[in-house]
């Protein structure tokens, strides 16, 4: 199985991929700006798992001993996160949870100076990195709840057909279902979902909206 390293691994929606990739067999290295940190949070999950599944490790660190990278980070900490793991990131796939939410209006689309956090992300990371954009939608809430799967569909986007395929598979492994949703640029829209989906939890007093495709063979 392949190694995972979950960059923000420390925080909710990080911690609850983790989880579920770790008990379908997956190697997981949650990853923090201080090992200390990672090692502590890793030991927190694996009680709660009651197992020995995670592992924790600094950031760059855990890029390098991972076959594919997680980026699940705050917007204001993208840019400083990738630069550092850059090099430890070369010819493997890099997954960007990122939404560039700008508090306090986190409910209303912020479009960044790239166009999209994923676009940016490609930019830092330059041609030997794939970067795939995926996640942005799927509530935390949600995702920790480990016994059941998520009722949210999954946009897959990315310029390499073989990375959103890759991608894919994790989502499933993840307990929900992938839609390829075609290149990295589409990235666009699914992040700009994520502020309307929060609007939605605060109008309709729920937690967790999430998307569904429609049209699609089950």
């Not at 395929?165 to 990295?184: E, K, N, W």
Request: proline share 4%; glycine share 8%.
């Amino acid at each position: 199985m392949k190694t995972l390293a979950i960059l923000g691994g420390t925080g909710k929606e990080g911690a609850g991929l983790a989880m579920r990739w770790a008990l379908k067999g997956y190697q997981v290295v949650i990853g923090s700006r201080e090992a200390s940190k990672a090692e502590t949070r890793a030991a927190e999950m694996n009680a709660e798992l009651a197992g020995d599944y995670l592992t924790g490790m600094a950031n760059a660190a855990a890029a390098a001993a991972a076959d594919m990278v997680i980026l699940s980070v705050p917007y204001s900490a993208q840019q400083a996160t990738l630069a550092s793991v850059r090099e430890n990131c070369r010819g493997k796939i890099l997954i960007d949870l990122t939404v560039p939410l700008r508090p306090p209006e986190i409910m209303a689309v912020n479009l960044p100076a790239g166009g999209a956090a994923a676009l940016e992300a490609q930019e830092i990371l330059g041609p030997d990195v794939t970067v795939v954009a995926a996640f942005q939608n799927v509530s935390a809430v949600k995702l920790r709840q480990l016994d059941r799967d998520v009722d949210c569909d999954v946009l897959v986007c990315a310029d390499s057909e073989a990375a959103r395929a890759a991608v894919s598979d994790l989502v499933t492994a993840a307990g929900m279902r992938a839609i390829d949703a075609g290149p990295l640029k589409n990235a666009v829209a699914a992040e700009s979902l994520t502020p309307i989906l929060l609007h939605i939890n605060r109008a309709y007093k729920v937690k967790g909206a999430g998307i569904r495709i429609t049209g699609l063979d089950a």
